[in-house]
Nanobody
Framework: QVQLVESGGGLVQAGGSLRLSCEASGRTFRSYAMGWFRQFPGKGREFVAAISGSGDTTSHEDSVKGRFTISRDNAKNTVYLQMNSLKPEDTAIYYC?????????????????WGQGTQVTISS
């Protein structure tokens, strides 16, 4: 079992930055690929980024490439999403996710574990 707790959401102006954090429980964090998804009002969850257990492989959705960066610190059981050049259309609830397989996050978009979500609001 993996429990995920996100933090770092909030309200910022367009063009600003935020860093989301997701801390995972358990002693096998390195075994899990991690990801970030977001959900717009009235829509399903959309893939944002993912990272392998070792951190050497990452994937980012096209609309965030060059602006968002996923990273992880296995010593702290934490995955991060650095978000720069934020736009009002990035406003959403952001969810952390975990799965034993990176492809499950990147391709099927159905990871085994989810966090509770954190609200990100970008004002224009």
């Amino acid at each position: 079992q993996v429990q995920l707790v996100e933090s770092g959401g909030g309200l910022v102006q367009a063009g600003g930055s935020l860093r989301l954090s997701c801390e995972a429980s358990g002693r096998t964090f390195r075994s899990y690929a991690m990801g970030w998804f977001r959900q717009f009002p009235g829509k399903g969850r959309e893939f944002v980024a993912a990272i392998s257990g070792s951190g050497d492989t990452t994937s980012h959705e096209d609309s965030v490439k060059g602006r968002f960066t996923i990273s992880r610190d296995n010593a702290k059981n934490t995955v991060y999403l650095q978000m720069n050049s934020l736009k009002p259309e990035d406003t959403a609830i952001y969810y952390c996710a975990a799965d034993l397989f990176l492809n499950t996050i990147v391709r099927t978009r159905r990871p085994g574990y989810w966090g509770q979500g954190t609200q990100v609001t970008i004002s224009s």
